[in-house]
């Protein structure tokens, strides 16, 4: 026994305990564990994060990834976090809820930890020995980091798939050789992270591909954008075939294409100006110059890259009008523009004398932040209401931390699950009153919140999105009039009529519902016009081109309709519905 503690000793005493190396080890594991503890403090559940859990339930029950069954429509956004779901909801016990806790926090941390080792490995140079955290502070000091570690959302991915390119970047640029195959797929993730991760993914291949264009040949880049591509392109060409459009359908249904500059500057500024973000953003971008200054040629590039995705990425958001959710679309630019000095080499800032003054403030501002910013509540304007989501979640509940639908109110033990039963239809909770429609699918409930409704109910009952996300036509019509990001698109009572049963129900059923202020009827029947109106519709829902974007979503994916999916995705994409039957007749039929 004593010779086993002396072994153990004199291991110890071998282990390499030089400071600078103690102190990055700690500056690589704290931002992590950080990250993780205030992401479990707040964890919780998004409704839009029952949304995954619904498609990830009709994977697990052989219906393949659908919002309804019989059904196919992209309702999801992230392809990968709905497969990282599918794949912890395979291999663990746990409730679906709390895998999207837990694996969301695990790998929220092991982004933070790529993004350390990454941005060493991008800004340092030899004779390197002391690190000072930068970027890594500037998120951990920013509340809706620590909120969307968890939700049900795809954020923590996307933390991590841009801490891993950071990753990929320091090795390339340091090397002499061309990116590995597996460092090519991991670059050609960012279209199934997020729909908008296509920018970094585009500027990165680009640089990965033209920097050493006269030492490398095409032998090599061919390689590189095929390894890059081949997910993607699969994925792209699957959608086509099975969803039969060339988007996700949440694209659709919040018009992402549209221009909205005034209120994706009013979202903006909701991030930046609650928590002063221009004076740390400046200190990074001080950071990222000092350390640009003793880089060269590639390793310049390299560094710069993200940074300039950041910004691309944020004027798409702005461009596109933002969000309701309090910071959550910007999340991802804030974290590739501070990617590249996660963590900057004192060297580089010339030492204590610049250093300290510049971490000091640093410091300052994040403990402010952390401690006392907060956004004041909800934020309107004219087209837009902005949100802190989880506050006002656990202020309205009453509870802590609402993670699981049994928490919040819902769950299969709510009155729901007994209330939608039967050959019926609900309006919310009201009886429709008049039999479905054939082929209507029932229990059908039409509802405007989507999530928590939809993973209360059995998959069996078919939940019928009145907003768009998850129903193709409605996704499609067309927006008259400007109405709240992201909910603008409430199915005209009339087409909903026609939709969902050959008799005419009462017009007061189908008022636009709740769904936060500001939520507009795309068009609105009198009580003189409403017969004529379901009338109308019924004959547009017969038009040809709505008639093959049912077939298309609708008909059993047989090879053939796989094939004609491909052909028609394109077109059906490209498809706008007008909100008026009578004018959708004359410019369908």
């Known amino acids: ?51 995954n859990y619904r498609i990830v339930t009709m994977l697990r029950s052989g219906h393949g990834p ?59 140079t030899s004779g390197d020995r002391w690190w000072l955290p930068f970027g890594v502070l500037v998120l951990l000091a920013v509340p809706p980091m620590w909120d969307f570690t968890t939700s049900g959302l795809e954020n923590s991915l996307t933390l991590c798939w841009l801490g891993l390119v950071v990753v990929v970047l320091g090795r390339w640029s340091t090397g002499a050789r061309p990116p ?9 993730l960012g279209p199934l992270v997020r729909p908008e991760a296509a920018i970094y993914t585009v500027l990165v291949l680009a640089l990965l591909l033209g920097a050493r264009w006269s030492r490398e040949n095409w032998r090599i880049r061919l390689r590189v954008l095929g390894a890059a591509l081949a997910i993607p392109v699969a994925y792209q060409l699957f959608r086509m075939a099975y969803f039969a459009a060339v988007v996700p359908n949440t694209a659709l249904a919040k018009s992402a294409q549209g221009q909205r500059w005034t209120d994706g500057w009013r979202y903006l500024d909701d991030l930046v100006g609650t928590y002063l973000l221009v004076m740390p953003l400046v200190l990074t971008a001080v950071g990222l110059l000092a350390c640009g200054n003793r880089l060269h040629g590639q390793r310049r590039l390299a560094l710069a890259v993200l940074p300039v995705g950041a910004v691309l990425h944020t004027v798409y958001v702005v461009r596109s009008g933002g969000d309701y959710m309090h910071a959550r679309l910007l999340l991802a630019p804030l974290v590739a523009f501070v990617a590249p000095c996660a963590v900057v080499p004192l060297r580089a800032l010339r030492g204590p004398a610049l250093a300290g003054p510049l971490v000091a403030v640093l ?12 956004t004041d509540g909800l934020r309107e304007g004219e087209h837009t209401w902005i949100v802190d989501q989880r506050s006002s979640q656990v202020d309205s509940i009453d509870v802590a931390h609402p ?70 036509l409605t996704s499609r ?23 969902l049963s050959d008799e005419l129900a009462s017009p007061d059923l189908f008022v636009v519902g709740p769904g936060g202020p500001g939520v507009r009827p795309l068009h609105e029947s009198t ?63």
């Open 1 to 51: 026994m004593p010779l086993r503690i002396d072994r153990a000793v004199a291991r110890l005493r071998s282990v390499d305990l030089d400071p600078p190396r103690v102190a990055f080890v700690a500056l690589t594991v704290l931002p992590a564990l950080t990250l993780a503890v205030l992401g479990w403090s707040r964890r919780w559940t998004h409704d839009d994060g029952f949304i």
């Open 66 to 124: 659908v919002f309804n069954i019989g059904e196919r429509v992209e309702a999801y956004t992230s392809p990968l976090w709905v497969g990282v779901l599918s794949v912890g909801d395979l291999l663990t016990p746990l409730q679906l809820e709390w895998i999207g806790v837990t694996f969301g926090i695990a790998i929220g941390a092991a982004g933070m930890v790529a993004l350390v080792l990454g941005s060493r490995r991008l800004t340092g």
């Open 180 to 188: 590995t195959t597996a460092e090519a797929v991991l670059v050609g």
């Open 363 to 374: 410091v300052l501002w994040a403990g402010v932040s952390g401690v006392a910013l907060r």
């Open 403 to 472: 993670v699981t639908a049994e928490q919040q109110g819902w769950g299969r033990d709510s009155d729901l699950v007994a209330f939608v039963e039967g050959d019926q239809i609900f309006l919310d909770r009201e009886p429709l009153g008049v039999p479905p429609a054939p082929g209507v699918r029932t229990p059908l409930l039409a509802t405007h919140g989507l999530g928590l409704p939809s993973v209360s109910v059995s998959p069996s009952v078919h939940v019928f999105d009145r907003l768009g996300l998850a129903d193709a």
């Open 477 to 499: 019509f067309e927006v008259p009039r400007r109405g709240l990001i992201g909910h603008e698109k409430p199915i005209p009572g009339a087409w909903l009529n026609a939709r």
């Open 527 to 589: 009580p003189a016009s409403w017969s004529a109106d379901v009338a109308a519709a019924r004959r547009a829902l017969e038009c040809e081109p709505l008639r093959r974007l049912d077939a298309a979503t609708t008909e059993p994916l047989t090879p053939g309709r796989a094939v004609r999916n491909l052909v028609e995705a394109p077109g059906l994409t490209r498809l706008t519905i007008p909100a008026d039957p009578t004018v959708a007749i004359t410019e369908l039929c």
